[in-house]
């Protein structure tokens, strides 16, 4: 195995949060001796940053671009937050390390202190997300989603500015990394809000059969349990042929029993109206990825068995909303 050229050249988007992510990377391979230079690159989501996602017609929106200079050799590894990465990767790469997962759970935002229970009737909430969308209006049919994009910061300044809004949806993952967590209203629970799969964790990619980087890559970040849990997730996801434009949520979670440890995943789909949803928990024993990732594709063939199929037919067909993630 070839040693690495030095510096590793590190492929990330350009926005704060992205930014703030790659350098956490970067922080855990210096400490293993490893020198490293940030590659910024704009992708597809990026670029046409005022045109719904749903509408820009890739699965591999906040993706692409970097996927082509991994395969190009213009860099040699990526970072992603994991929600953004396509459940089928191109064959020419793949993820090395699924690392530092923060709170999976969206965030209820609004210019002061606010909870879910607080929204008036007929309130304005603002997302990027059907998945969020669809879950809102299943829980309150009376409120008004409206369309947001744009970056982190970009989305609170537009709440800001707005006051006919009542709040916004964020990943929590998000505003905590950016130092924002004192503009969370409520961290919705799973029971209001479920996550998409894989929300909250990193995840870093390399070249195919690049052995001396994705070992490295491996060794400083890889954290198993998370790797674990969401593989489920993403397995969950992938059956049902969904990206991240789909009202698709997921969750899975690992806890210590007697004989091991249990991974419990909860997954939903949603119809965009919030008119319809189908949801099911399946419960297995944790023996590695691929164990917990059989656990996802059964609970998605369940889910298709009792309706979730018309309903991911009909979001294919409709003239989507004006809102996706991430």
């Not at 005022?50 to 970097?66: E, M």
């Not at 590894?77 to 690392?99: F, G, M, R, W």
């Not at 909430?125 to 879950?135: D, E, G, I």
């Not at 890559?217 to 992938?238: N, S």
Request: hydrophobic share 40%; aromatic share 2%; net charge negative.
């Amino acid at each position: 195995m070839n040693p690495p050229a030095v510096p590793l050249r590190i492929g990330t988007r350009s926005s704060a949060l992205a930014l703030w992510q790659t350098e956490r990377i970067r922080e855990q391979l210096r400490l293993r001796g490893w020198e490293t230079h940030r590659v910024e690159l704009k992708t597809t989501g990026d670029l046409a940053p005022d045109v719904p996602l749903s509408r820009l017609g890739s699965r591999a929106i906040f993706t692409k671009q970097i996927d082509d200079a991994l395969i190009q050799g213009r860099i040699d590894l990526a970072v992603h937050s994991l929600k953004d990465l396509p459940t089928q990767l191109p064959e020419q790469i793949e993820i090395a390390a699924i690392a530092f997962r923060e709170d999976p759970r969206d965030a209820l935002v609004g210019r002061g202190p606010i909870r879910f229970g607080d929204l008036e009737e007929g309130g304005l909430v603002a997302t990027s997300s059907l998945r969020r969308r669809a879950q809102l209006l299943h829980l309150r049919p009376d409120i008004k989603v409206i369309e947001l994009r744009g970056n982190v910061d970009t989305r609170l300044a537009k709440l800001d500015s707005h006051p006919e809004w009542s709040a916004i949806v964020l990943a929590s993952a998000g505003l905590v990394r950016l130092g924002l967590e004192h503009r969370i209203g409520e961290r919705l629970p799973h029971a209001l809000m479920l996550p998409a799969p894989g929300q909250g964790a990193l995840a870093v990619t390399v070249r195919s059969g690049d052995l001396a980087v994705g070992s490295i890559v491996r060794e400083a970040l890889h954290e198993p349990e998370t790797a674990t849990a969401v593989a489920a997730e993403r397995a969950f996801l992938r059956q049902l042929e969904g990206g991240c434009q789909v009202p698709v949520a997921a969750y899975a979670e690992m806890t210590p029993d007697e004989g091991g440890t249990v991974l419990r995943l909860h997954g939903r789909v949603i119809a965009l109206d919030g008119d319809k949803m189908v949801e099911g928990r399946e419960v297995g024993r944790v023996t590695d990825e691929k164990s917990t990732a059989l656990l996802g594709t059964r609970l998605a063939d369940r889910l298709l068995a009792e309706g979730a199929g018309e309903i991911l037919a009909d979001v294919r067909t409709a003239s989507a909303p004006g809102v996706t993630e991430p």
